[in-house]
């Protein structure tokens, strides 16, 4: 590797000269090589800033900082390009940065306008489902978690992708089922969990199809808090009378486990 010339440097040099994974040689050459491309040499400096903040963020909230949590994200890091897994960190890390104001635009990369309608119907949809159906007390759900693999399978066929149940235990939540429920014109897989004290949250998966992107954004109304992106063609949105460290924490564990 240390006699491959400069010529050859691509993004996996450049994502490890950030992450500090090349050898002396190899890491003399990138620097040459990134005098020379100022675009390259930007784009070099965002990821390190982004780094910076990830790093800033997790080392301010140990509760985000666990083993468990780092092991999600650097799984989510495997499965996913690069590119998304970083903007999901960043997102992370500027959501705790900018204190997660109402209805703060986190970061938004690779988007287009098409999907921008269902997008901005996330939130609302999932807070609405979350008051209907969170206070229920016989009927929350049409399948139960006792039926988990039926569910998932069911709600899958429905949405046109394959769907699992994400598990929340590490943060206290457990599943209590799901059902089918509308979004954007088209059918929405609904999945709700409650912790100990009898909390619940709701995590709302529909499609996007015209929306190839990555948005990331968090609000806040009558009392529900929501944490909504787009990945790809589907949308996903987590609801909850919940604080906001608590619901990021399940978004995060939402978002390592699902993969488009």
Known sequence: MTDRPTSDIGEDDLHAYVDSALD????????????????????????????????S????EPALASTADRALI???????????AWAMA????LFFLAG?????????????????QVALMLPEASKTNYLVYASEVRHPVEVGADQEQH??????????RKLSAPDLTAKGFLLVGGRLVPFAEKPGAMLMYEDA?????????????????????????????TF?????????????????????????LCYAQYET
């Open 100 to 116: 997660g104001g109402t209805g703060a635009l986190m970061t938004a990369t690779f988007t287009d306008r098409g999907g921008e």
């Open 24 to 55: 002396p040689q190899r890491r003399a050459a990138v620097e040459a090589w990134l005098a020379g491309n100022p675009q390259a040499a930007a784009d070099v400096a965002t990821w390190q800033a982004q780094n910076e903040a990830i790093r």
């Open 90 to 93: 960043a997102g992370f890390a």
């Open 57 to 60: 963020a997790f080392g301010r």
């Open 197 to 225: 004290g009898g909390d619940r949250v709701t995590v709302l998966i529909g499609t996007n199809p015209a929306h190839e992107g990555t948005d990331f954004r968090f609000e806040e109304s009558e009392g529900v808090s």
């Open 74 to 84: 650097a799984g989510a890091s495997a499965r996913r390009p690069r590119r998304f």
């Open 228 to 252: 909504y992106w787009t990945d790809g063609g589907f949308g996903y949105a987590l609801s909850g009378a919940v604080d906001r460290e608590t619901l990021l924490g399940l978004a995060h």
């Open 151 to 160: 569910l998932v399978n069911w709600l899958g066929a429905r949405i046109g």
